[in-house]
């Protein structure tokens, strides 16, 4: 029997939980594909998912890993809108777990297995879909962002905070970055932020007010949460937005009932798979927003408008490596496998 290398933990901990195994190439079932992996996409939800913080829980030994890209080599019964040899990214909305992408070879749903624009090698494209599809669904389904608002968002130089940078452009919004960091302030503006704020030398709620004329951001896009919360309440414009799609810093968040009173804005949860579908959670995909969003991404990544930026390239033997350099903190843009 054919075995591919795929990576697998069988407890909660840090990167040394990952281990890399020879295992049986499996065959798709009904719906599914198998893909020859190429490339993979590392999240700060695998981070969470090996460490017990995620909104699934593994079942050891257990897979890992949302995205990929690679060529298909088998189909399931019932796929027919892709073909064997089709070279296809892997989009979220399907179990970290059950169709972990770290490894060889990988099974996914056929309807998570997309084709991309032939301009992209297979490292941007394993890039593309979480932090897209993140950005786009808060964008233009929940805030409803119109040309010439201005949207914060901070941990900007992660994979999802570039690619908010760039959808937010997209739309015509005026972009307005955070990082701690100041060597990275003009990595970000040459990445197309209208604002660069330096959390860690100005004060965030006085320079969104500076940007702004006085009014604030219209919309907040925040994967940090924990104490942070009253701060960006005093960025806020009066009835804007803000949206936490992540607890970098951790899930126990101060509300700050005063401002909220005195500015009127509207907070919002948010995760990518109230659009994509997760069947663990009971959630199904909304098929015409995800239509949508698939649409404008790959129509913007065709002709150059959006761009994968990717900080750096591990092989798959150093999966324990990417996972330690993912937590440092240090990247600008996606961590990427090349298998």
């Avoid at 892997?90 to 749903?109: F, L, M, N, W």
């Amino acid at each position: 029997m054919d075995t591919a290398r795929t990576v697998r933990f069988s407890r909660l901990g840090g990167p040394e939980v990952l281990q890399i195994e020879d295992l049986p190439v499996l065959e798709p079932k009904p719906g599914e594909v198998r893909i020859r992996v190429q490339a993979i996409g590392l999240n700060r939800a695998e981070i969470m998912f090996r460490t017990g913080q995620y909104l699934e829980q593994p079942e050891f030994p257990s897979r890992i890993g949302l995205e990929a890209t690679g060529i298909v080599e088998a189909i399931g019964a019932g796929v027919t809108k892709v073909r064997i040899g089709d070279k296809v990214s892997v989009a979220t909305g399907q179990s970290i777990a059950k169709y972990g992408t770290y490894g060889e070879t990988a099974i996914v749903p056929a309807s998570s297995a997309i084709s991309y624009p032939d301009n992209l090698t297979p490292e941007e494209a394993a890039s593309v879909w979480v932090q897209y599809l993140t950005a786009y669904f808060a964008f233009v389904d929940l805030a409803k962002i119109q040309p010439g608002q201005s949207v914060l968002i901070t941990a900007a130089t992660g994979g999802a905070g570039l690619g908010a940078i760039e959808v937010a452009r997209l739309l015509g919004a005026v972009a307005i970055a955070t990082t701690r960091s100041a060597s990275k302030l003009q990595a970000l503006l040459d990445l197309r932020a209208d604002h660069v704020i330096v959390t860690s030398k100005e004060d965030l709620g006085s320079r969104v007010k500076e940007i702004t004329g006085g009014r604030g951001a219209d919309l907040i896009f925040d994967p940090i949460a924990g104490d942070t919360l009253p701060t960006l309440a005093e960025a806020v414009a009066w009835g804007g937005q803000i949206i936490l799609y992540g607890a970098l810093g951790g899930t126990n968040v101060p509300y700050p009932l005063f401002a909220a009173f005195a500015r009127n804005f509207t907070l919002r949860s948010y995760v990518v798979y109230s659009f994509c579908g997760l069947e663990t959670l009971g959630l199904r995909r909304n098929e015409e927003a995800f239509a949508r969003a698939v649409q404008f991404i790959n129509e913007n990544l065709a002709s150059g408008k959006l761009k994968p930026v990717i900080a750096k390239i591990f092989p798959l033997s150093e999966i324990q490596e990417a996972h330690r350099y993912m937590e440092s903190n240090q990247q600008l843009g996606k961590i990427v496998i090349k298998v």
